[in-house]
């Protein structure tokens, strides 16, 4: 990764919104500060392949709050705070004195003392995810604003009910480092669709955090599910908005065969409908068990009636040239390997597996980004300081 040719690109573009402010939905920020994220993801990237330090921090706190399982994006996270010089600290509800009553004012302000960043993850229920966010982030600020705080924490989004921002700005590297550059991607045909699971409850935020950022470069975006399994209107709005905006174009289908064909890059990925998540909210909200047994047993079957919406070496024949890019975001059901029947055939699976590793790693850099940006006034001038004189990483 050339490191020069990544600040390059930071010349002529405004960014500086970027600075002392959260990171909680790519729809909020503007074209450059994309753009900005994408290039200093890289240029730390390229850092580190020259052994070079990017330790920015000399101590800190990179606070972790996961109200849901996690792999990838716990151990991205993670690996990004310990690159840029922060220890993480996981916070754990479990062992807090939220159970008793802490409020969310309480709770933001007690672990953010020496605090440089949060990463929150809260993508279960329908309403809460980002709205508890925002009042996360209302209250470190009132902290540091009434003194109580010396810094003020930015907060990054681990994934919402809404947004997963570290996700698709992920996968649109890969898409970048895949196709050559950004400005390839115009005119790419991308299909984000649904996929049979023999479980339910996954989040929305995955398609529509997809659909919220590759539309903004121009490509045609084609969003595809059965009949019921609609994601939220108000990111289809952005999308088509987006998609207008840049030329390129965005439609719903029916039809994953619709979907699949002539596309240059497809993601298959299980989500619950939108209308079902509501009521699971409500559910919880209500402390309803007898009724979470019966939506999960109802949605389980709704799902069965499904299992032809499945990734196979024939679907991936119809896409451009039969050779389409399949992504996900993982963990994938793997019909034959890991499930009796799921979202995509093993050999399929198998066959993308290295690319989508690759996929994966980028999630440290682009979570690292938005921290670097969040926290440096000067990008550009920080990163040609480290790739002139940082110590190295490693001193074999």
């Given amino acids: 990764m050339d490191v020069r040719e990544q600040i390059a690109k930071l010349q002529g573009l405004d960014f500086s919104g970027l600075y002392q402010d959260d990171f909680l939905l790519t729809w909020d920020k503007t074209e450059d500060?994309?753009?900005?994220v994408l290039a200093v993801a890289d240029a730390l990237r390229g850092l580190r392949q020259q052994?070079?330090?990017?330790?920015i921090f000399d101590s800190g706190l990179g606070i972790s709050l996961f109200r849901d399982n996690s792999t990838r994006t716990r151990f991205s996270y993670a690996s990004a705070c310990n690159f840029l010089g922060l220890e993480e600290q996981v916070f754990d509800e479990g062992k807090s004195q939220v159970a008793h009553g802490e409020t969310v004012m309480e709770t933001a302000n007690m672990i953010s003392f020496m605090a440089d960043v949060i990463g929150i993850r809260d993508d279960m229920y329908i309403g809460k995810g980002h709205t508890y966010m925002k009042a996360f982030s209302e209250y470190v600020q009132m902290g540091h604003a009434e003194g109580v705080l010396e810094q003020r924490p930015t907060l990054v989004s681990l994934q919402c009910d809404i947004d997963h921002p570290t996700q698709s700005t992920a996968d649109l590297l890969h898409l970048?480092?895949?196709f050559g550059s950004l400005e390839n991607l115009r005119g790419k045909k991308l299909a984000m669709s649904w996929a049979y699971s023999p479980s339910y409850g996954k989040p929305l935020s995955v398609p529509q955090g997809m659909i919220g950022l590759m539309s903004r470069f121009g490509m045609d975006i084609v969003l595809a599910h059965?009949?019921?399994y609609d994601v939220m209107s108000e990111t289809r709005d952005v999308a088509t908005k987006f998609a207008a905006e840049s030329g390129g174009s965005f439609r719903v289908t029916h039809d994953m065969a619709d979907?699949?064909?002539?596309?240059d890059i497809v993601c298959p990925k299980s989500w619950a409908p939108f209308a079902a998540?509501?009521?699971?909210?409500?559910?919880?909200?209500?402390?309803?068990?007898d009724g979470i047994k019966a939506l999960e047993k109802r949605l389980l079957a709704q799902n069965a009636e499904f299992t032809d919406w499945t990734t196979t070496e024939e679907l991936m024949a119809s896409t451009k040239d039969g050779?389409?890019?399949?992504?996900h975001p993982l963990p994938a059901d793997i019909t034959g390997l890991s499930c009796k029947q799921g979202e995509v055939d093993e050999s399929v699976f198998s066959r993308y597996r290295v690319p989508m590793y690759a996929e994966a790693s980028n999630k440290p850099y682009s979570i690292a980004a938005m921290i670097f940006l969040q926290k440096v006034k000067d990008p550009i001038a920080k990163l040609n300081d480290l790739l002139a004189d940082a110590a190295p990483r490693w001193r074999q």
């Fill in 277 to 289: 998540m509501e009521e699971r909210t409500e559910l919880y909200g209500n402390g309803d068990t």
């Fill in 226 to 228: 059965p009949q019921g």
């Fill in 33 to 36: 500060e994309i753009r900005a």
């Fill in 51 to 55: 052994n070079k330090s990017c330790r």
């Fill in 176 to 178: 970048i480092h895949t």
């Fill in 323 to 327: 050779k389409g890019l399949y992504m």
């Fill in 259 to 263: 979907a699949f064909e002539g596309a």
